[in-house]
């Protein structure tokens, strides 16, 4: 065997996988040891740690055996680490941050349990050079496991930390209040953090609120009651970065809700914050942090900030029971009020068009799919059946369909928004006890958006 690097010699043999396979298979079926072991270096290398009661020990040694199986299952599925593989990771770095734990005593601990890990993998890959070889050949997606989870471990108790120093004073809380009332802060601390949340009284800066609460059942045990703010604390973190940029966002937990006001930065357009904070509800959500979100609609400045709380909670009622977002700047006037429609408008929509719809839904939705496309065009045939895809003949017969079975024509104004108002009846329907056509909509309304700006000249 040559002296020079082959990572056909590391990889490529059967001799070389068996040992790699026994390795990591020993390894988790002693995992519950190893943690105990790495806990134990931990608190012996570490003296915050060291310091700490037995609920904070036994904390610690479940993050370890947690961050052991997700990098066992990462090495022995042979692919990256992924954040969904250290969801818990955000958790436990706001429970470091409310122990007082430096960050560099956080990071250190992480890399002690992780150091121990790799010492107990060179250990039992043998004197063989087989199981020298799979050790080494491990050592890359070790390496880079590390420096992913602890980047997000980092990023995650930043994160709190600065959510808890701005909360540690009761600044943000007592703003949002003295805003929600209707208020003006006009002094001191509250001012401050009124002008550092882009809030100041005479600013006419486009913002949003946003409302959020936790989906699941409540819990009357403490333990449970413990978990749910929790929950909430790391959800108003996640959220009061959503700006970006490095700009604070005013967000503070509220009883049992989450409020935050987003400022729209310089040439920021509502949607994009929308997508941004559905970026955070779905990462949330990920790690076992399920939030039903509202944004109201952009309004100038402090003052109509109660308006747009009550916005925002309102449109709480278009989320599903599982959770999501529902985002006012996402919808069209004709959309929010179709979503809001009671029984009775439904009932004034013709059967014949209700039976169409339902049986067309069945079907694979073309014919729905055609009015839509008709309206979106501007009644143009053609252009109509070019965004569909299909023949013009072909969109002509789906047209003289819909006509013969409703009794309305495409081209006649009056009939084409019957049907469309009764197309976004249908969408706004709740099912599962929750508004899940909502996302249909807003899908809908971000199609014809798109539509609209790719036939813009350029």
Known sequence: MSGRFSTETLTGTE????????????????????????????RAEVPTYAAQGGDFHADVRDQVVRHYRAKLAVLLEERPVTAADIAFVRRAAMRRARAGVPLADYINAYRIGQRLFWESLVERAGPTPAGREAALSLAVAQMRYCDFASTQAAYAYMEFQQYAAAESVRESRGLLETLLAGGTPTRGRELAAAQ???????????????????????????????????????ACAALARTVGNGARTLSVV?????????????????????????????????????????????????????????????????????????????????????????????????????????????????????????????????????????????????????????????????????????????????TNDGRERLAAVTDEGRRRADVRSSHEPR
């Open 254 to 430: 509220r009883q049992s809700e989450i409020v935050a006001v987003p400022v729209l930065g310089p040439g920021a357009e509502p949607g994009e914050l929308c997508d941004r904070l559905q970026a955070v509800v779905g990462s949330l959500a990920g790690e076992g942090i399920r939030l039903a979100l509202g944004v109201s609609t952009p309004v100038a400045g402090p003052a109509r900030i109660p308006q747009a709380y009550q916005e925002a909670r309102a449109v709480l009622d278009f989320v599903a029971e599982e959770g999501g977002v529902a985002a006012l700047p996402r919808l069209t006037p004709f959309q929010y009020l179709a979503l809001r429609a009671d029984d009775t408008a439904r009932h004034l929509v013709d059967p014949r068009i209700t039976a169409l719809l339902e049986e067309d839904r069945a079907r694979g939705g073309v014919l729905t799919a055609t009015i839509r496309a008709f309206a979106a065009a501007d009644l143009n045939l053609r252009t109509a059946a070019e965004r569909l895809q299909i023949h013009p003949n072909t969109a002509q017969y789906r047209m003289r369909r819909i006509q013969q079975r409703t009794g309305r024509s495409l081209r006649s104004i009056n009939d084409l928004v019957e049907l469309l108002v009764a197309i976004a009846l249908q969408d706004a329907v709740p």
């Open 15 to 42: 001799a070389v996988r068996a040992q790699r396979a026994r390795i990591l298979a020993e390894l988790l079926d002693n995992v519950h040891d190893l943690a105990d072991a790495g806990a134990a270096a931990i």
């Open 196 to 234: 550092a949340h882009g809030l100041a009284p005479d600013a006419r800066t486009p913002l949003l609120v946003a409302v959020a609460m936790l989906v699941e059942a409540p819990v009357t045990e403490a333990a449970g009651l413990n978990r749910d703010a929790e929950a909430r604390h790391a």
